[in-house]
Every structure is written in C-alpha cells, then in structure tokens.
C-alpha cells in the first residue's frame, strides 16, 4: 500500500527528532517496505524545511555513495544527495564534541564552493564552470538508524546521513587544477587509516557535480552561487570516537583536520 502524504510528514518528524536527539531509530522500510525513492526525497526536504523553521539554513548540498568503496560498505549501489545546513558546518582544526553525534564516522571528500548558479542538465566541463574555489574536506556522517544499516531509500530520508563536515583553509581555484587524480591520506591519531584518489568518486568529482545539478533538474530545482558541494567520500568511512584527532592529507588540495572531544 502506498503513503499518504500525512504519513511522510509523520516520517519526517520521526528522522528529524532523531537526528535533533541524537536517537537511534529503526530503518524506515522495516515498517514501510513499499517506501519508494521518491518518497524518501519527498521526506528528506520536509525534514529540512522543519529545520529551516527552527532556525538553521541551507548552505549546500552533498553527493552520496560516489564512490565504489562507499558501495560497497554501505550495500547500496546508487549515487544520492543531501542537503547541507548551516548547523552542519565546523572549522578547520575545531574540536567538536562528540555528544552531537550518535555514532558518527568520517570520510575523505573533495568540496566545491559555486561562484555561479548551476542548473542541469549540464556535462561535468560546463558544471565546472560554475565552480568558484576546491578544497579538501572531511565529512562526520552519522545515520540515525541502528546498526548504521539501511536501504536505499532509508538514507534518503536521512538525509543521506548528513551530520557535520569540515572544508580546509586553501580554497584554490578549479582553473589552476587536475583534480583527476588527487592522492589523499586519511590518518587517525596519527596512523594513517584510509589511503585513495579523487578518481574514486564518482571517477571524476567534476561528474559527480554534473549529476547532482542533473538530478536536482529533474524535480526542477538547481544549486545556487555561494553554495558548498561535498562530491562524496573517496574512501570507505572509518568510525570515530571521543578523543580521535583526524587529519586529511592530500597532493594538491590542502589539509584539513579536527578532533572529537
Ligand atoms: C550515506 C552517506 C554517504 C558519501 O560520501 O558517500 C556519503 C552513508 O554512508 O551513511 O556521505
Ligand atoms: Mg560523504
């Protein structure tokens, strides 16, 4: 049987409180088994629209599941999107506390900042074009769902897990740059934990922001100027706990770095 309109709200509400309260819950389709991907966007913008009301802002937007190491840790197998907020946000080298989260992780991701509005459909050479600066950054995911374990449309309804995320300092500009293959090397407490390349997402970051602006055209909205894009995680995700420092070293794009307290 197919939700009702009420019923996404109910959602909604169910995957915003828990992410407010840092509350594990059960995956939607354990209940709703018919929940379609469709659905679960329709759930992911309602639950931003009630943060938008209390308060917080869009700031961005993230891509998903880019890479084939994310894939295949996750057991979902399609890119996906989500929407970044200002209460997201934290600086280069900050201690965050570790109570924010349930039980978060951390990944390698490569960001773009837009100095023009991109709207699809778009080839990643014309995507680029709307890009105004590149940095390294390290994403803090965090699902809302026990065991970290969910379908495809479970984490669309999470907001693909969106939680906090850390842009480096060195913002450079996309001319000066290859970003084909930028090494990267994620250390934990000193010991590197997870070794790759830009090429593993989604082979190119520039194709990974083409597809986010294709796929936002296709419910007919597009990403804005001034906008920061996580392009997705390189690398596996790696758990993380109080106490962890996390540096991510790259060839060409910078460092960034924070610690959980
Ligand atoms: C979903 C979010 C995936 C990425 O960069 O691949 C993601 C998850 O793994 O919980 O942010
Ligand atoms: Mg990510």
Redesign the pocket.
């Known amino acids: 049987m197919s939700l009702t309109r009420a019923q996404l709200s109910t959602l909604a509400a169910l995957v915003d409180d828990a992410a407010t309260q840092r509350r594990e819950i059960t995956r939607l389709s354990a209940e709703h088994p018919t929940l379609t991907l469709e659905q679960a966007y329709l759930i992911q913008r309602e639950s931003i629209q009630r943060r938008i009301k209390r308060g917080d802002a869009l700031v961005g937007m ?3 599941l880019t890479s084939l190491a ?1 894939m295949k840790q996750m057991s979902v197998h399609s890119p996906i999107y989500g929407h970044l907020t200002r209460s997201m946000v934290a600086g280069d080298g900050d201690a965050i506390q570790a109570s924010r989260f349930i039980h978060p992780r951390v ?1 390698p ?1 490569v960001a773009f900042i837009l100095g023009a509005p991109l709207r699809g459909p778009v080839t990643p050479a014309q995507a680029m074009l709307a890009v105004r600066g590149v940095t390294a950054a390290l ?1 803090i ?1 965090d699902s809302r769902y026990e065991k970290f374990k969910f379908t495809l449309p479970d984490v669309v309804a999470d907001n ?2 969106s939680t906090c995320y850390v842009l480096g300092s060195t913002i450079l500009s996309p001319e000066a740059l290859d970003l084909s293959n930028i090494g990267m090397v994620m250390e934990i407490n000193g010991q590197p934990k997870q070794i790759g390349s830009s090429a593993a997402i989604y082979e190119h970051p520039a194709r990974s922001l083409a597809a986010l602006a294709n796929m936002l055209a296709e419910v007919g909205e597009q990403l804005h100027e001034g906008q920061v894009i ?1 392009a ?2 390189a690398t596996a ?1 790696e758990a993380i706990s109080a106490g962890d420092r996390v540096t991510l070293r790259t060839d060409g794009l910078g460092e960034v770095r924070f610690s959980l307290v």
């Open positions: 993230k891509m998903g994310k990944e991701e994403e995911i693909a897990s996580l997705g995680g995700a």
